[in-house]
């Protein structure tokens, strides 16, 4: 057991020994310290908290935050403001709470008399303090900036510090509720969903419908996801974690939805200070097979050295380009705490799925084609001409970063290459000179080795299986509840889920399979998984290059746009997205 939670239900059993005689001292029955759930409510009433504050109480984070302001509400109670009298209440109330409840000198006082300037003086340093656990650096920042407009304290009312410490933690208890449990603003940083979601689209996730998940790491800094904001420093700690729970929602994942979930492979990640974080994985095999010098049959006898050899290498600081001796390396992240992607669900728990030329089969079927799915385009001319890239940019909205356009060595004539839905592939067809359009699929035991310098970079990235980004498969989807025999091919298919997601100890001896140590013939999974992909279909890394999404790691659905804004065009000349603002996501 942590020692935070061991501090967590010491702090309960403290507050039965103490609340009784508390309530003593203020006139109530001391049976009512020791009824739960009752004397909590009995603690706000006579601390002249609402009520509905004991529902607070059962909310991860903001039951940590309400607990501490009660704390100082109980010191205040018996007239202590020095500053020991509040440092000792923040942190040390499992010695501080019970010592001034079984003090006989401690007795209630009247409450602060703000009309008065000796009790508002006595106050000061404890507004400061308590202001400064609120909202570190923040609260008095903004504390200045209002005085220096001239804000000043009221005649007869409560301290500036004293004000905004009530506002700022109605405003972060408030802020947090919604954003955990409700809803959670989003940016849409990749193209990996164009057009279905545009880069610079700011949305809201939907975290009702599939049920809001429990903060697994509830203290961290509010409104800040695994970051502070501009630095490489993590904004929560793991003194306290929970189990994953999730509460009910109004609705179930189906396919064609468009989800929010922590990137599975995101429990170790290599930092870069521009994007958000890359795969430590893929780091590991590519930077082993580039470095090895190797082509890739030759490399498969010495693999396993050389990725031991690339771990040692990236956990010293080492690492491709230099972008983890610039982020101080490897950081590794709880479930919660994971990057947030942004796919559609094409493949849910029970299926069976496959992609045949780039187009998705499920169990057999293949799906309705998506109206904004876009490919890899190689578009060939008569000449050596090619695109107006204006043209593009103003038609298509097609980003200028994208096209790559020159002369084909070989045949002396242009060439462009970029993404687009077939629709406007078609259209750009009447462009003068152009001779054709080809999609680039990559057919089973495409090269990755020899074409892009990558250690199979396709899901189970292993040689036993000739996948491509464009034909894979077929793969069952596990679902809750579901047996799959163990042999080679399954085992190299699931033993990420079954030890990364399901925390089970499995290896392949000899005689064998072994789950936790006992020989296993099958397994049975605990979770529903699915298949995450971008409608940018050759624009998108997802569950074709890093595998399943265990249900654990599903936030919500995209919900609205409220805001969006071109990356390549300024706010005043055509940057912001009037017609997508307010839309609902499809």
């Not at 208890?173 to 610079?200: C, D, H, N, Q, W």
């Not at 003194?239 to 922590?262: A, E, S």
Request: aromatic share 16%.
């Amino acid at each position: 057991m942590q020692i935070a939670q061991i501090l967590i239900y010491l702090m309960v059993v403290i507050h039965f020994a103490s609340l009784w005689k508390i309530f003593e001292k203020a006139g109530r029955p001391t049976w009512e310290g020791f009824v739960p759930i009752y004397n909590y409510f009995i603690w706000l009433k006579v601390l002249g908290k609402p009520w509905w504050w004991i529902f607070f109480f059962v909310i991860p984070f903001v039951n940590l935050v309400i607990t501490v302001a009660l704390h100082v509400e109980t010191i205040r109670l018996f007239g202590r403001y020095e500053p020991k009298d509040t440092l000792l209440a923040i942190v040390l109330p499992w010695y501080y709470i019970p010592a001034l409840a079984y003090d006989k000198t401690a007795t209630i006082e009247a409450p602060t008399d703000w009309s008065k300037k000796k009790d508002k003086e006595k106050r000061t340093i404890h507004d400061h303090i308590t202001l400064f656990f609120m909202a570190p650096f923040i609260g008095h920042a903004i504390l200045i900036i209002f005085k220096l407009f001239g804000s000043k304290d009221k005649v007869n009312k409560p301290t500036m510090p004293a004000e905004w410490t009530n506002a700022l933690g109605f405003a972060i208890v408030a802020a947090t509720i919604i954003r955990t449990f409700t809803f959670e603003a989003f940016t849409i940083p990749t193209g990996s969903m164009e057009k279905t979601m545009l880069i610079g689209d700011y949305l809201f996730v939907n975290k009702l419908k599939y049920g809001p998940k429990i903060p697994e790491t509830p203290i961290s800094v509010p409104f800040v996801h695994n970051r502070l904001p501009g630095t490489m420093t993590p904004s929560y700690v793991e003194w306290l974690t929970y189990d994953y729970y999730r509460l009910p929602g109004y609705g179930k994942i189906t396919r064609g939805d468009i989800m929010v979930f922590n990137w599975p492979v995101g429990d170790s990640v290599v930092l870069h200070p521009e994007v958000a974080a890359h795969d430590y994985y893929a780091f590991v095999r590519n930077g082993a097979f580039q470095r090895s010098g190797l082509d890739i049959n030759s490399f498969e006898k010495v693999k396993e050295k050389a990725f031991q050899k690339e771990r040692e290498r990236l956990a010293e600081g080492g690492g491709i380009g230099n972008i983890v001796q610039k982020t101080k390396g490897v950081m590794r992240l709880p479930n919660d705490k994971k990057e947030n992607y942004i796919k559609r669900c094409v493949g849910v728990a029970g299926d069976s799925l496959s992609v045949v030329n780039g187009v998705i089969h499920i169990n057999g079927v293949p799906e309705d084609f998506p109206e904004f799915a876009q490919y890899s385009y190689r578009f060939d001319f008569k000449n050596t001409t090619t695109f107006n890239i204006q043209y593009l940019i103003d038609e298509y909205d097609i980003y200028q970063k994208d096209v790559q356009m020159g002369i084909d060595q070989t045949t002396n004539k242009g060439v462009a290459y970029f993404t687009c839905v077939p629709s406007i592939a078609n259209k750009l067809m009447s462009y003068p000179d152009l001779e054709k359009a080809t999609i680039d699929i990559h057919p089973k035991g495409y090269d990755y080795a020899a074409n892009r310098g990558e250690y199979y970079p396709i899901y189970p990235h292993n040689p036993n299986f000739n996948w491509s980004r464009d034909n894979f498969g077929p793969l069952y989807i596990p679902k809750k509840g579901s047996t799959i025999e163990l042999n080679e091919k399954n085992y190299i298919l699931y033993k990420r889920a079954i030890h990364a997601y399901e925390k089970h100890e499995i290896e392949k001896r000899k005689d064998g399979y072994y789950l936790d140590g006992e020989k296993v013939t099958s397994y049975t999974f605990k979770s529903d998984y699915y298949w995450l992909m971008g409608d940018n279909r050759h624009g998108s890394v997802d569950s074709r290059y890093w595998g399943l999404v265990p249900d654990t790691h599903v936030v919500g659905t995209a919900s609205f746009v409220w805001m969006s804004r071109h990356p390549e065009k300024p706010m005043t000349d055509g940057g912001i997205r009037w017609n997508r603002i307010f839309s609902f996501v499809k």
